[in-house]
């Protein structure tokens, strides 16, 4: 049970305006037009869990199929719905249906008044009501929107680093001259034009970074590869038009181009961004996204600007270590909170223990549902509180210093990492 200095500080955290660090949220126009029900509050990260608790891939299609009985897909979900209830993605969605459509509860009598509300809702400004009404955030940033608008003017973007990194196909790039308006016919066209896009994406006072994925794909062990590596396998998909390079095969050139990356990032002072810890959805490899493997590169660049996301899940203490060794290193906890409340919670705190509190930025939604970002931030702010709370109680700070932090790492330390002013 909150404690009565919890809940001081917990009400006290909702008037500090938040810098939303991390989200997927596609325009507003295009949700206008959509069905909406229950189902939208669970489609992005519980679909997940829906699987990892037994759901098969016919069990999910029949629940996300809007043209079936609203019933129907009910039924279909509800007994999966009482295996994930209490995790982190699901209790994010039921804070929602408390705090923002006023139902105590999603069960057979409601699902239904649910959905029309959630649907009645879905309506212009429906952006402004849910990020700056509702959840008092100041800016947020989108991560590989910056050319699908258009957004409100507090948005900001990470620029998407597969356009100059993942050349694995000459279709790959066409796509890069295109953007640049140069041709490509060598390795050193290829980084003529990174360094275009990249000084375009500088002088773009939306782009505050840039950011990669790749932990998805192949493990972040970005090993130093020659000029001459790298141009074997460019000539190889500049020479076969028809050929797409796997991800392995691909490595030695995507690799130099990552250091090349880092250089120019470097250089700019732009950020870059590394997905690190747990790949959504099911069944990747884990071990590719353990944030140790990107100490190499760190190393490298000992200047460069580098906010690791999601706090590197499992690796919560390895990711503190590379924060506390690498100046330029800051820890966002984008997605944490409802990944494992508990598990945020005492990582925040450890980190706080070891880590300088400016590299720390409490919060990012990471949601592709707009709603969704009001109850992960509610998450977020509980986590806060507690941590707060127990080190006021154990003599480490003040109330005074407690929101201080609070307001650095909601809002200053993210806001001054990626010069947002607001």
């Not at 509800?78 to 804070?95: H, L």
């Not at 099911?282 to 999601?310: G, M, T, W, Y």
Request: glycine share 4%.
């Amino acid at each position: 049970m909150s404690t009565s200095l919890e809940l001081d500080i917990l009400e006290e955290l909702s008037y500090i305006p938040t810098l939303d660090a991390h989200e997927h949220l596609d325009p507003e126009e295009h949700l206008l037009n959509l069905p909406r029900d229950f189902f939208d509050l669970f489609r992005h990260y519980s679909a997940g869990d829906l699987i990892s608790a037994g759901a098969t891939k016919d069990d999910l299609a029949l629940i996300r199929n809007k043209e079936m009985p609203l019933e129907t897909r009910w039924n279909r979900f509800f007994p999966f719905y009482k295996k994930i209830k209490y995790g982190g993605y699901a209790t994010s969605a039921r804070i929602v249906i408390r705090d923002i459509l006023g139902f105590d509860e999603l069960n057979d009598d409601t699902y239904q008044p649910i959905s029309e509300k959630l649907q009645a809702e879905t309506k212009p400004g429906l952006y402004d009501r849910i990020l700056q009404t509702h959840c008092n955030i100041a800016a947020c940033i989108q991560c590989w929107y910056l050319d699908k608008g258009p957004f409100p003017d507090y948005f900001y973007h990470l620029a998407p680093s597969p356009e100059i990194i993942n050349l694995t196909s000459f279709e790959s790039l066409e796509a890069l001259s295109k953007k640049c308006d140069q041709p490509i016919h060598s390795l050193q066209d290829a980084l003529d034009c990174m360094t275009i896009t990249m000084e375009r994406w500088r002088a773009n006072p939306k782009v505050v970074g840039i950011k990669s994925g790749h932990a998805y794909q192949r493990g972040l062990n970005f090993t130093r590869t020659t000029a001459h590596e790298a141009e074997t396998v460019f000539n190889r998909i500049f020479t076969n038009e028809s050929k797409t390079l796997s991800i392995t095969e691909a490595v030695p050139l995507q690799n130099f181009l990552m250091y090349e990356m880092a250089a120019r990032a470097e250089a700019l002072q732009l950020p870059l961004v590394f997905h690190t810890g747990l790949q959504a959805g099911n069944c990747n490899r884990i071990a590719n996204a353990n944030p140790l493997l990107l100490q190499p590169l760190l190393e490298s660049f000992p200047n460069a600007k580098v906010d690791l996301f999601h706090g590197g899940i499992p690796w919560v203490r390895e990711i503190g270590v590379l924060a506390k060794y690498f100046p330029g290193v800051h820890l966002n906890m984008a997605w944490m909170h409802i990944i494992s409340p508990t598990m945020a919670r005492n990582a925040l705190s450890e980190w706080l223990d070891m880590v300088p509190a400016n590299k720390i930025f409490a919060f990012g939604g990471d949601y592709a549902v707009v709603e969704m970002v009001y109850g992960h931030l509610t998450i977020a702010r509980r986590n806060l509180a507690a941590v707060l709370a127990d080190k006021i109680k154990a003599g480490y700070i003040t109330h005074t210093e407690a929101l201080s932090l609070a307001r650095q790492m909601l809002f200053d330390n993210p806001a001054e990492f990626y010069n947002i002013s607001q």
